[in-house]
């Protein structure tokens, strides 16, 4: 932890670009917050000791599990080395691009806000139409309105959820709200007509996540449009910003809280629930993994990858994140997501722990540095900055390969790029 800290600060170069975000998500979740964890919080609950029960005679699951996550900040770190190779880059050149991006003028074309207004539009109509196609607003009412516990919440979040096709949730997740990011920072440079797909856009996003009857992901929209405000100006922002960044989403998730878990009795009740869901469930997701695998569940060694099974012809397993939560709670009303780190060692033992964030650091540091340092600031870089932020995000929840689809940082590139600046209007 030490030595991501001070690689952070010295080589990746604090920031908003896309490998300090990740390095800095690491330390925050799975640093002290880890220890805290293992030691305090976990040891006084019941699940803690009901996990560890299941780990095999003689194995020790918190020392395997240190030793992993030590390995996470290394290999992340090194991944972001080797990019910088690879591409040229140093602490004194990104430094310099960071510096530079603050003093430009973001650059807005005519193509660029034609293209972003056409997918903004044509998606904002898709997603009202589906919006009411299948009754979104009444699943939404009944949701929120609904007294249940969180247990009880969990039960019907998996009755009315949305089942929809994996290319609308890509479409929800990734496309839509990158032309939202471009044309909100369109708009704001001063270009009313794009304020037009704003408010279609905006809107149809919010009911879509909202849908989702999930508290995250209306969380990290709204974030990720106060992000976009603000690398629209710079990526080195003071502090008071980013402490205004993280008040705002906390204040918002735990509005999220009491609005859907209705029998949360006080503000300290609320505020508890709201630390433990923020820095104890990334940590607990993490001890499910490594005391189910390979105890309970044999390292699956991409069996449960889709993709993959296909190439062979054969049908997947389950995903982890299912067979781990019915390892530990015994039904499938719920499920174990835990970020990268999980899913490598549930797939592939301690090589993963190497390569998958090894892998993360390469990808996110060779996006900075293409977008970063050699291209000049535009509404299509400005909005791929912003997605690979959810990306990340992404990462810190689920399978690297998700946020790599899912989650977009695979489109990054070619959505800016696409999106560049050609000409000044």
Known sequence: MLVALVFLWRRAIASLALAPTLLTLLLVLHGPAYLYYTHVWGPR??????????????????????????????ATCSGIAIADLLLGCNPHAMRSALRDWHGQTMEVTAAATSRAMFIGVLG???????????????????????????????????????????????LKATII???????????????????LGVLMVVPALLIANLATLSKAPIVVFCVLL????????????????LMLLALGGATLMLTMVLLAIRNIEGMDAALEFLFYR???????????????????????????????????????????????AAVHRGNDLSTSTAMFLGDAWGGFSWLGVVVVPLTAGIVVRSIDIVLIMRRRK?????????????????????????ALLTGGLALVLPLALWLRADRRT
């Open 45 to 74: 609950q019941l699940f803690f000791e009901q996990i560890l029960a299941l780990e095999s005679p003689g194995s020790d699951v918190i020392g395997s599990l240190d030793i992993a996550i030590g390995i996470t900040f290394l």
């Open 124 to 170: 904002a109509v898709f997603l009202f139409v589906s919006v009411v196609a299948n009754g979104h607003l009444g699943r939404i009412w009944q949701f929120v309105q609904g007294q249940e516990g969180e247990f009880e919440k969990i039960a019907l979040r998996r009755e009315l959820g949305t089942d929809d096709s994996y290319w609308y949730l890509l």
């Open 177 to 195: 709200p990158f032309s939202a990011y471009a044309l909100l920072a369109i708009a704001r440079c001063g270009y009313r007509t794009a304020w």
């Open 226 to 241: 106060a992000v976009t405000e603000v690398v629209r100006h710079t990526l080195s922002p003071r502090p008071r910003t």
């Open 278 to 324: 923020i820095f104890m469930i990334p940590n607990e997701m993490l001890f499910e993994f490594f005391t189910a695998v390979p105890s309970q569940i044999s390292h699956t060694w991409g069996a449960d990858s889709g993709w993959l099974r296909s190439l062979t012809g054969q049908d997947p397993q389950p995903a982890l994140y299912w067979q781990v």
């Open 378 to 402: 535009s509404a299509g870089v400005v909005a791929g900055l912003v997605l690979g932020h959810y990306g990340v995000f992404i990462a810190m929840c689920t399978a690297f390969p998700t």
